[in-house]
């Protein structure tokens, strides 16, 4: 079946009542998942700052419980959020969860950069989104780089960074 809705829960109904409902399996698809675009699995991350315990590897932890579960820095310049992978891949795109709540302004201006520095701010950048004013809960961006690093920036004087998850595929 195809929808080509935008959304972030599946549900099925039925149109008959009194009719039993079985499922063995439902999944959903978006262009990732056309071809051969694999996960990439990061093995650590790393952020600027870390709030109480909400750190960095939460967001690869592969849990999207994004209400209760992501990660957070203190307040900061220019705040950001790295994963580090275990060799070179090509990374196509980079999925982005934010943290489920009334603050996903925080996710506003942000970059996603990949390569081969630890320190993000001296790889290149794939994707700059400014204003993201509409950006509720996630969001794929189209990088087509080598790394072994891919980060997530935020360009702000004084903000916080949140997220929920973050994978890369190849």
């Not at 039925?14 to 996960?39: D, F, I, M, P």
């Not at 961006?141 to 004084?158: P, S, T």
Request: some cysteine; hydrophobic content about 35%; aromatic content about 10%.
């Amino acid at each position: 079946m195809t929808c080509n809705l935008r959304g972030r829960y599946v549900g099925i109904v039925l149109q008959q009542s009194n009719v039993a409902l079985h499922l063995c399996e439902v999944e959903a698809y978006t262009q990732l998942n056309k071809g051969s675009n694999t996960r990439i699995p990061a093995i650590k991350a790393t952020q600027t700052t870390t709030e109480g315990n909400l750190g960095a590897e939460i967001a690869i932890d592969g849990k999207f419980n994004c209400r209760t579960s992501f990660t957070q820095t203190h307040q900061s310049n220019d705040p950001y959020w790295v994963a580090h992978l275990d060799g070179i891949h090509f990374i196509k795109y980079v999925s982005i969860y934010n943290a489920e709540h009334d603050l996903g302004f925080r996710l506003d201006n942000y970059e996603v950069r990949v390569g081969m520095n630890p320190d993000p701010w001296q790889n290149p950048t794939c994707a700059v989104e400014k204003n993201q004013q509409q950006f509720k809960y996630s969001q794929v961006v189209q990088c087509n780089l080598f790394g072994k690093y891919y980060a997530i920036l935020v360009r702000e004087a004084k903000d916080i960074l949140q997220l929920c998850e973050v994978t890369a595929y190849e």
